[in-house]
């Protein structure tokens, strides 16, 4: 009698998923396929498999995948560190229960990426795709607000396309009535403040992520697992002590996972970035992701606001230091 795959060995199991997914290497030299085709969405990315959940059943399975197969669908200039993220759809084939297998993976509508850093150096490295919304996440203190990866965060949603919601935690740690956020809200961009620990703002923050797909991101330490697990009742991220005498978060969460919500929303745990590069902008282009700066007299020449033109009075303006640090590093890096 033949086998049910749930009671094959692992090395069998094996064989036989390896079998199928050459089949599928050798039949999809397609590009991506259509979204109504697809029936799972990537939940969590490991090294040789890739965790989805699938539509219909709710059935979370853990799939393997042709990375020379997925790579076709995807722009050949775009080398990333893997073809697939959190929030990609795909079309996946599930034996027995715990298995299955992604045949082919849909056109992304957005997705939010950096330049990895280390090792990976260089290449695209995609934290999430197809996002309603971007919720940057930042403290009051423990660690301190950092209004340089506000920006660079802010960058990034402007060139994705994902709208922003900057999300200041740790409230209960205020110690004063300043708002280093004032700024962003003068320019249109939603801001909440809210304590995962003192439960404070919290049921605000959920009507915000309402039935969105939404990624949290932010640097290491600020509380995006924290909230999380007070927003997502099935949710017990892992969360870690920030050090005291540097006040750095301890890059606690080491991948990221998207929780899915029963109102159909799609929440992507992420772990913390020291720095955050992006591909794509250069010292030209970086002027038009600082919206305020068209209003100033030199932006209809060439100027680009680094104090080389005598009549340039981009120095006036708030984001102005921001500005320059992340010239300086577009600089630095094409050098
Ligand atoms: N005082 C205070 N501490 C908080 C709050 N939210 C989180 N923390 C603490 O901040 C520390 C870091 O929280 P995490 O949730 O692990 O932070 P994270 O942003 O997920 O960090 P990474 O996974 O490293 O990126 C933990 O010690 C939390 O208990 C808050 O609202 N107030
Ligand atoms: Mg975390
Ligand atoms: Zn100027």
């Not at 600020?222 to 301890?250: A, R």
Request: hydrophobic share 35%.
């Amino acid at each position: 009698m033949k086998k049910k795959f749930d009671d094959l060995s692992n090395r069998e199991r094996n064989r036989f998923i390896s079998k199928k997914s050459k089949k599928v290497n050798n039949t999809t030299r397609t590009l991506h396929i259509p979204i109504e085709e697809t029936n799972a969405t990537v939940l969590e990315i490991y090294p040789k498999f890739i965790k989805v959940r699938i539509d219909n059943t709710g059935q979370t399975p853990l799939c393997t995948y042709r990375r020379a197969a997925l790579w076709q669908s995807r722009d050949l200039d775009q080398r990333d560190r893997s073809p697939l993220c959190c929030g990609d759809r795909v079309k996946t084939k599930v034996f027995g229960t715990k298995d299955g297998l992604v045949e082919g993976v849909a056109k992304r509508r957005n997705q939010l990426s950096r330049v990895a850093p280390g090792r990976d150096g260089g290449l695209e490295h995609v934290i999430a795709a197809n996002l309603d919304l971007m919720v940057i996440v930042s403290s009051f203190s423990e660690p301190e607000f950092s209004p340089g990866l506000v920006d660079r965060f802010l960058i990034a949603s402007l060139k994705s396309g994902i709208t922003p919601l900057l999300c200041i935690n740790k409230v209960d740690l205020k110690k004063s009535e300043v708002k280093p956020w004032a700024i962003y809200e003068s320019l249109g961009i939603q801001c909440i403040t809210v304590s995962a620990k003192k439960h404070l703002g919290l049921e605000e923050l959920k009507a915000l992520l309402k039935s969105k797909a939404v990624v949290f991101c932010g640097h290491s330490g600020v509380g995006k697992t924290s909230l999380l697990n007070q927003l997502v009742e099935s949710y017990s991220g892992k969360t870690g002590s920030v050090n005291k005498s540097t006040g750095k978060g301890k890059h606690t969460t080491s991948s990221s996972q998207l929780l899915t919500i029963p109102d159909g929303g799609a929440w992507i745990d992420t772990p913390g970035v020291r720095a955050f590069s992006f591909s794509g902008i250069t010292e030209i282009t970086l002027k038009n992701y600082f919206p305020e700066f068209e209003k100033l007299p030199c932006s209809n020449t060439n100027c680009l606001h680094d104090g080389v033109d005598p009549l340039c009075n981009a120095t006036e303006l708030f984001r102005y230091d921001s500005y320059q640090r992340i010239l300086e590093s577009l600089r630095e890096e094409a050098r």
